[in-house]
């Protein structure tokens, strides 16, 4: 009995063992092929083709020594640019504007390390060409029909497509940077309500982000780095109507996009604090409203946490610099014309201010926007010395101050103007006014280097460049 047991505990204790065995070598083996495989690139983009706005993004299968990434990263054509890291993915942003129709082509040399020592054995790459970029814009702008999104190419044959079919309308819009979506405020039927949404250009889904129930949430700014939309929330109070309160005023919102669903709060650690017509900084790092309560301008530095106040009484947020260290202002003067305003350059750091025009002049500016490497400007001017309805775009060199009028029709009303990402052509929302009448407005193309006003669109509005 007892050496039939022995010969079974025997047999066990050899398959035992040539279980643990093989248990060894296989992690032995898996250990030496770990080594062999090294570190592995997971995901990347862009894939094929890009934005001239768009981030590089890699990630790495493990946590990566990052200085080791760093030097052994490489683009060619070369650009000059600023790299993030969150977690295991790498991310590369241009400083300026990629060129379109251009192939750029990211490499990783071999001996990229982990923080578990192993390596990239073998040089990673992948390549995309830039896009041209696309515009959209909201049409019509007459009232004959609600109004809804639509994009355009701009090279021959141009190709226009309706990409929102709202039956209630949208109100305004913005593009991230990468150009993938549209953020857009559509109304909620005629009660005046209104959500903020966002589209994918690529597939058409929306997805909505606010729930604004009684309030009406509208001029969305997509932050550059593409994780936030700031916008308007103005509440209507109904659920104090016997006490009839009148709507609240503006306040600035963002909607945080790198969790699902997105989350929304207001801007201001002082839920008091209002503000509106929100404007983003290009580098992403500072965002500028106008608060009536001021009131001014207050510019929230998102690296700091702290913010600015500017005293202002025209009612507009301005334009920051490419950078956000300077932003441009209009203030009101008054004379024998009556009362205009003249544009002035602002440092945030000494507060000194370059007026682009002085009391005397007797001209009215309003609006401007930077160039993207903030190198120029581009103005709306209305001599008030003729009989002109309408203003003119001037370019000003931000160095000399030297300015020149660009395309001159002294009729020609230039609303709202953006420069394009490589800043070869603007933009401009653009109605014809005499002394009695306005012309719809159209979104029309200005080229720099050839000189020529093209129009793109007739009966529309508010125009944004999609990357």
């Known amino acids: 009995m007892s050496s039939l047991f022995s010969r079974k505990l025997n047999r066990f204790d050899a398959s035992a063992l040539t279980i643990i065995g093989l248990l060894i070598a ?32 890699i990630r790495f299968s493990q946590t990566m020594n990052r200085n080791s990434v760093l030097t052994h990263f490489q683009i060619q054509p070369s650009v000059v640019g600023t790299f993030d890291w969150r977690g295991t993915v790498l991310s590369f942003r241009p400083t300026e504007p990629l060129h379109p129709q251009t192939h750029y082509t990211i490499t990783l040399q071999s001996g990229i390390e982990a923080e578990s020592g192993r390596k990239l054995l073998e040089d990673f790459s992948f390549s995309f060409t830039v896009r041209n970029p696309h515009l959209t814009y909201l049409t019509p702008a007459d009232n004959s029909a609600p109004a809804n999104i639509w994009v355009t190419t701009l090279a021959e044959p141009i190709e226009k ?42 597939t058409g889904g929306i997805v909505q982000v606010t729930n604004c129930l009684d309030n009406r949430c509208e001029n969305p700014a997509w932050s550059p780095s593409g994780n936030f939309v700031a916008y308007e929330r103005i509440d209507f109070n109904s659920d104090f109507a016997k006490l009839q309160l009148p709507l609240s005023p503006a306040r600035v919102w963002l909607a945080d996009l790198t969790v699902s669903p997105p989350q929304t709060s207001q801007l201001f650690p002082d839920a008091q604090t209002l503000g509106y ?25 998102f690296g700091s946490r702290i913010q600015i106040t500017l005293p202002s009484h025209y009612g507009v947020s301005g334009v920051l610099s490419p950078d956000g260290n300077q932003i441009i202002l209009p203030e009101v003067a008054q004379d024998v014309m009556g009362t205009h305003s003249h544009l002035h350059i602002i440092d945030l750091a000494t507060r000194k201010a370059i007026p682009l025009s002085t009391p005397t002049d007797l001209v009215d500016e309003q609006k401007a926007a930077w160039r993207p490497d903030g190198k120029a400007i581009v103005i709306a001017r209305r001599d008030l010395t003729g009989d002109s309805f309408g203003n ?40 014809v006014q005499d002394r009695f ?6 979104v029309w193309v200005y080229t720099l280097q050839t000189d020529t006003l093209t129009e793109v669109a007739a009966n529309a509005f508010s125009p944004r460049w999609v990357p």
């Open 26 to 57: 296989a992690t032995v083996i898996t250990i030496l092929s770990g080594d062999h495989v090294g570190v592995v690139v997971s995901d990347f983009s862009p894939s094929e083709v890009g934005a001239s706005t768009s981030p590089v993004f």
């Open 161 to 202: 497509h309706q990409l929102t079919f709202s039956p209630s309308g949208i109100t305004s819009l913005s593009a991230s940077a990468d150009g993938t979506q549209i953020a857009f405020a559509e109304q909620n039927g005629t009660s005046g309500l209104a959500d903020i949404k966002l589209l994918d250009v690529s």
């Open 277 to 301: 017509g929100p404007n983003w900084s290009a580098n992403g790092k500072r965002l500028t409203v106008y608060d009536r309560g001021l009131p001014g301008v207050r510019i929230f530095d």
């Open 392 to 431: 003119q775009l001037y370019l000003v060199d931000t160095a000399t101050l030297q300015t020149r009028p660009l395309k001159m029709d002294a009729n020609a009303l230039n609303e709202f103007f953006y420069w394009s990402p490589d800043g070869s052509q603007i933009v401009i929302q653009r109605s």
């Open 437 to 442: 009448t306005t012309s719809p407005p159209g």
